[in-house]
């Protein structure tokens, strides 16, 4: 059975031949180097292999990479400016643990929330103690499990929102993956909220 080590690494190899040490302006050792203690630290864990290996936001912008994910050869794509984008901050209490990277324990697309308006699911996800996802993990869901939107449901991203109240949302769209945004009050038959149990850094291992 793969460790959670393992399966770390693993993640790391696909988002580095995706091009994401591109994204942070350094070679492919200095990435790697960076997620090092993350996954040395789980060499000693019994988390399993249920984990999102994610790269916070300081070190590649969200906006650069849902170009990045593919489902069949079709590349993911957004119609919203970077700048849109990049105004979805994670809301208080879904902050990243102290990056480069971290880990997203147990992430799930939220099929049991579909069909809900976002401020209505997020008082559903938080009643069953459960963690709403920010954009930068909805966008690792879909750059690491992309069949997930193809065999799941597309997933608003409630740990995130605009200074306009909207949230971040991954969902199929011309066969391919699309990253756009919906108003905290509007309902969507084919998303569901993606949501975690926990978000663990480096430092709560030790």
């Known amino acids: 059975m793969l460790k959670a080590s393992e399966e770390a690494q693993k993640q790391l190899d696909r988002i580095v031949a995706l091009g994401y040490p591109d994204v942070a302006d350094m070679s492919a050792a200095a990435f790697r180097a960076l997620a090092r203690p ?4 789980l060499e000693d864990s019994d ?4 984990i999102l290996l994610v790269p916070t936001r300081e070190l590649v912008s969200p906006e650069s990479l849902i170009a990045r994910t593919s489902i069949n050869r079709m590349a993911g794509f957004t119609t919203m400016p970077p700048r849109d984008i990049a105004s979805f901050l994670p809301q208080d209490g879904f902050e990243p643990p102290e990056g480069p990277f971290y880990l997203v324990v147990e992430p799930h697309t939220g099929t049991c929330y ?7 699911a997020r008082k559903l ?5 459960r963690l709403p996802l920010t954009l930068e993990e909805g966008l690792a869901i879909a750059t690491q499990h992309p069949e997930w939107l193809l065999e799941k449901n597309g997933f608003n991203l409630l740990g995130s929102r605009s200074a306009d109240g909207r949230v971040p949302s991954i969902w199929m769209s011309q066969n391919a993956p699309r ?21 663990r850094g480096v430092s709560l291992f030790h």
């Open 179 to 199: 990253l756009g945004a919906v108003w905290p009050n509007s309902r969507h038959t084919w998303l569901g909220n993606a949501f975690c149990m926990s978000r």
């Open 125 to 129: 996800i938080d009643s069953d103690e």
């Open 114 to 120: 579909i069909n809900r308006e976002p401020d209505v």
């Open 38 to 41: 993350l996954i040395r630290a």
């Open 47 to 50: 988390l399993g292999t249920q």
